[in-house]
Structures are given as structure tokens and as C-alpha cells.
């Protein structure tokens, strides 16, 4: 599969391309970047799949480059508002495409779990507290977002509280607390480090690449 990726020079892009040597049958060709200029112009193979670790700002290009190249595309930039991403499902009658706030095989578990038990605990408060490296832009993170839209889905709830902390170097730390009386339930994630998030990127692009037009759900796939 020959690959190409988005935000190459950032934190994420370069683990990514640590990450790749261990996969035989990934071939990097190539990076995207439409802010300094680079549209893909030195790119000479045929692209089979692109892995965005950007920035919001590049998905129009980035859908425009993914349908004329008629290949699949995996957005993992977080922070995008309700017509993005009405515009992402358009693109899927054309490529298969898919926006992951997270790519980890924990939090995909964990999104799971919660979706899983949150009907069942109707007396309960729930929140959710997620922590962060102090340079990190977006505040709720795109994973706290995720997992408030799972537990709205499944329960109906209008309100879920989401607390935020950024400090350090903390590579990411998601709880999910329900509150009852007398009672305390906690389901917590950790990311050690950004591999687990370049893994699970790969991972997902080897099976996304190989699916009909469509827009995929990150939890299909895990």
C-alpha cells in the first residue's frame, strides 16, 4: 500500500514515520502539506492512502487531493465543527474515508465499554475528566468530545460535564466517572506514549484502503 501523509514535520507525523519501518507492507511516497506550498506535487507514485495529522484548515484540499486520487483517507486531526464533518460523509460517496479523534486500541475499547453500560446506570451522574500535555490546543479534547456523543447517543442525556487539564507532558488520560450514592465507578485510559495512536492509525488505514466508498466508523474497524 503506498501511503501518504499530512502533517509529516508535526508530533504525530513524525512518530508515524518511525512507526512505518515496522510494517512491510506500508510504503511511504510522500507528505502533504498545503500550507507551506506542498499539494503533492513530488509525490510520483499512484496513492493508495492518506493518514491527515494535521490541521483543520487543510480538509478542504485534502478531500479535493483523496477523491481526484480515488484514495482512501483517514482524518485523525480533532477540532472540526458539525459542516466539516457533514463534509466528510459527503466524500464517502466517492472514497472510504473515515474521522478518528482517537486511533488507540484502549480508547476504542473503552468507548465500547462505557457505550455498553451507560444505559444501565440511568441513576448515576456521569463525566468525564481528561488530561493533557500543556501544548495541546483543543480544550475539550476530540476523545472527550467522542465519548460525550456515545453516552448522549445511548442514554438520551442533554448534559454530560467534561473537565479539563493540560500540564506537562502527559501524553493522554481519559476517565470516565459515574456517580451514584454511596458509589463510585471509574473507567480510566492512559496513553503512555503517541505510538499507540501511529499503530492504530496504520492499522486502520490497511483495512480502510481496502473498502468500498463509504463513510467508516472508527469502532467498525477495531
Known amino acids: 500500500m503506498n501511503l501518504v501523509l499530512c502533517g509529516v514535520n508535526g508530533a504525530m507525523g513524525k ?3 518511525e512507526e512505518m519501518e515496522t510494517y512491510e507492507n506500508i510504503k511511504y511516497i510522500g507528505a502533504l502539506s498545503p500550507r507551506n506550498g506542498n499539494r503533492g506535487q513530488n509525490i510520483k507514485e499512484k496513492p493508495h492512502a492518506v ?9 478542504e484540499f485534502l478531500l479535493e487531493y483523496s477523491i481526484e486520487k480515488n484514495c482512501a483517507l483517514l482524518i485523525c486531526t ?15 460517496k466517492y ?33 468525564i475528566v481528561e488530561r493533557h500535555h500543556n501544548k495541546k490546543i483543543d480544550t475539550p479534547s476530540g476523545t472527550a468530545k ?13 448534559n454530560v460535564n467534561t473537565y479539563s487539564l493540560r500540564a506537562g507532558s502527559i501524553p ?17 485510559h492512559v496513553a503512555y506514549s503517541k505510538k499507540i495512536f501511529a499503530r492504530g492509525a496504520l492499522d486502520l488505514i490497511q483495512k480502510l484502503y481496502l473498502k468500498e466508498p463509504g463513510f467508516y466508523l472508527t469502532e467498525d474497524f477495531f
Open 15 to 17: 512518530v508515524l514515520l
Open 51 to 59: 493518514i491527515d495529522f494535521s490541521h483543520t484548515s487543510n480538509l
Open 78 to 92: 480533532t477540532g472540526f465543527n458539525d459542516e466539516d464533518k457533514e463534509k466528510i460523509k459527503e466524500a464517502g
Open 95 to 127: 472514497i472510504p474515508v473515515m474521522l478518528s479523534s482517537n486511533t488507540s486500541f484502549g480508547v476504542n475499547a473503552l468507548r465500547k465499554i462505557v457505550k455498553s453500560i451507560s444505559t444501565n446506570l440511568n441513576g448515576f451522574g456521569i463525566d
Open 146 to 158: 467522542t465519548l460525550v456523543e456515545d453516552i448522549k447517543e445511548v442514554t438520551g442525556r442533554e
Open 172 to 188: 493522554g488520560e481519559h476517565s470516565v466517572i459515574f456517580s451514584g450514592v454511596d458509589e463510585i465507578l471509574e473507567i480510566k
